[in-house]
C-alpha cells in the first residue's frame, strides 16, 4: 500500500476479512440495483411535487445506513479503525482536502463538456432539485446532508474498498483503486450515463488521492466540495 497506508491488519484473522469484503460487496450490489431501479421510475423525470426537504431527508437517511452497516460490518469482523485512513484534522489535510475538491469539479466539468459534445447525456435533475430554496434548507444542505453524504461514500468506497480491503486481503491496490471507481460510477446511475462515466472518474480521481495521502479526512472534504460546487455553490451565491 501507499506510505499513509503502511498499517497492515494481522495476517491470523482471514476469516473476518473474508466476512467484511462480504458485508461490503453485498452494501455495494443493493447500492447499484436500488439506485438502477429508481432510474428506472424516473425516466420521465422527477415528480413535480416532491419538495426539497423529503429529498434532503432521504439523502441523510439512505447515507446514513450506508455508514451504519460500513462501521457495523468492521465491528463485526473486527476491522482496525486505522485501515480506513487517517481522520486527523490539520491545516494541511483540510487544504489538500479543498484544493483536490475543487481540482476534481474542475475535472468533473470537463468531462461532462466532453461528453455533451459526443451527445452523452448527463442527467443533473436529482442536482437541480437539491438547490435549497430557503437559507433553512441551505444550512440543512450544507451543514448536514452533504457532510453526510460525502462521509458515507469516502468511507465506502475509499475507506473501506481501498483502504481496509487492501490492509486486509492480498489484492493489489491498483486493482482495488479501479474497482472503487467502477463501483462509485455504477452508484450514481440515477445521473445517466454520463454521470456513471463522470463519477468513476472522479473515483479515480479520489481514489489517488487517498493512496497518495492516506487521508480519509481529505478526500472526505474534497467530496463535499465537489457536492457543493455541484449544486451551484451555495455559499457564494446563496440559495435560489
Known sequence: MATGLALQAPSDTPVRWTLFAGIVLLLLVAITVLTHKTAQRLENGLPKDIPTHFILVNLVVTHGTILLVVAGGAVLAGVPGPVFGALTPTPWTLTIGVVVGVSAYGLA????????RRGVRTDRRLTTALEPRSWPQAVVLGGVAFPVAAAAEEVLYRGAMIGALGAGLAVPEWLLLFGSAIAFGAGHSLQGWG?????????LFLGGAFLATGSLLAVIVAHYVVN???????????PR
Not at 454521470?195 to 473515483?203: H, I, K, Q, T
Not at 457543493?228 to 446563496?238: D, K, N, P, S, T
Open 109 to 116: 466539468e470537463g468531462i461532462v463538456w466532453l461528453l455533451k
Open 195 to 203: 454521470g456513471v462515466l463522470v463519477a468513476s472518474a472522479l473515483g
Open 228 to 238: 457543493m460546487l455541484e449544486v451551484g455553490g451555495v455559499w457564494i451565491r446563496g
